[in-house]
């Protein structure tokens, strides 16, 4: 209904930002239609096209338009936008292909968590047909909140009388964004991965790059971390990369994939895990754990290697990092 209301508004953004930009430093666009008829995506991107962006990218991720109804099963595909449209290919490829058209700026799309894989490497892949340029990993997740088990199961959000469908980013979705990141910059390294999701800190992007990212966005990482995240992660990455001695992103670009393999395909190392008794404290978290092969004796575990079979959990566990995992004997 309202599909144009914010283009004054981001027209006077995009004079604003400009002149203040490195002119190697791009305005991307992006693109929300609240329903799935191509035509009016493709109408709606040459009109913000227009306003002086370098790129565009369509948020077809968005879960509030899930948000809004208790059964999207019953919406018919024309009401399905952002995250359910993102989520269904039928319906986002041609989309895609009329944005693709309706513009000479590169495109890209932000792929919903919600497609799920190998969906998204399918999408990817004909999305690539279509021409779009770069793909962005990931929007965030619709979600249902916990219900408040001190009053009755009702809804925890105070300025809601209902516990409504909802979304989240943050930190749970880093696990989301390292898996498409990864599996779609090495599929399709003809097109660009900018991986968001869970982005909170330096070493995030880092761990973004190395897994083939060619940029990275944040949201809840500036929200709790406040907007000065961006300059302390610009030079947390000068240190790291003079530590490390890279002289430019590409040193560590993508260096990631080299390791990213089947794990049918990987050799395993037949170890075994040994606590160091020195560092140990004796809790005995770990013996009460789920392993069999931990037993305290003497208040200090004890690792029968018979049944040890090199998972690595007693160290997550471990509170001080006792155990060592070395080759069996
Ligand atoms: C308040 C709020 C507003 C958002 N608005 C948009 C938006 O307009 N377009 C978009 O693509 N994503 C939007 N997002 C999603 C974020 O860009 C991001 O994809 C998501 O939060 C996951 O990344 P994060 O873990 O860094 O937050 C919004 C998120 C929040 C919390
Ligand atoms: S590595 Fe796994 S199997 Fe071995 S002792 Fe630790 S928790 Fe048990
Ligand atoms: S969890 Fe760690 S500190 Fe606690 S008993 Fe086991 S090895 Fe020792």
Redesign the pocket.
């Given at each position: 209904k309202n599909l144009f209301n914010f283009l004054p508004w981001a027209e006077e953004l995009v004079e604003n930002i400009k002149p203040y930009l490195p002119p190697d430093v791009p305005v991307i666009a992006?693109v929300?239609v609240h329903d799935a008829d191509p035509e009016k995506w493709a109408r709606h991107t040459e009109k913000v096209a227009s306003l002086g962006a370098d790129l565009i990218?369509l948020?077809t991720?968005?879960p509030v338009g899930a948000m809004g109804h208790i059964d999207a099963r019953k919406l018919p595909p024309e009401a399905k936008w952002g995250m359910l449209m993102g989520a269904s290919p039928e319906i986002l490829l041609p989309v895609l292909e009329a944005v693709v058209e309706a513009t000479n700026l590169p495109v890209g799309f932000?792929l919903s968590p919600e497609v799920g894989y190998p969906r998204m490497l399918y999408l990817v892949e004909e999305s690539v047909k279509i021409g779009i340029r770069y793909v962005?990993t990931?929007?965030?997740y619709f979600a249902v909140a916990p219900p408040d088990i001190w009053d009755h199961g009702v809804g925890k959000f105070p300025a809601l009388e209902a516990n409504c469908l909802a979304d989240f980013?943050?930190?749970a979705?880093?696990f989301s964004m390292y898996k498409a990141t990864a599996l779609i910059s090495k599929h399709f390294p003809q097109i660009d991965t900018f991986a968001?999701?869970?982005?909170?800190s330096a070493e995030h992007v880092v761990e973004a790059i190395m897994l083939g990212a060619n940029a990275c966005?944040?949201?809840?990482?500036i929200?709790s971390g406040g907007i000065k995240l961006l300059t302390r992660t610009n030079e947390w990455l000068d240190e790291y990369m003079k530590k490390c001695s890279y002289t430019k992103i590409d040193d560590f670009k993508g260096i990631g994939l080299r390791h990213l393999r089947a794990s049918t395909e990987a050799k395993f190392y037949y170890y075994v895990a040994q606590p160091d008794l020195g560092l140990c404290n004796g809790c005995g978290k770990c013996a009460e754990s789920y392993c069999p092969a931990i037993t305290m004796q003497k208040g200090k575990p004890v690792v029968d290697a018979r049944h040890c079979g090199c998972c690595g959990m007693c160290n997550f566990i471990c509170p001080v990092d006792a155990f060592n995992y070395i080759p069996r004997s």
């Open positions: 992006q929300l990218e948020n991720g968005c932000k962005v990931t929007h965030k980013g943050g930190s979705l880093r968001g999701g869970g982005i909170v966005q944040t949201l809840t990482g929200v």
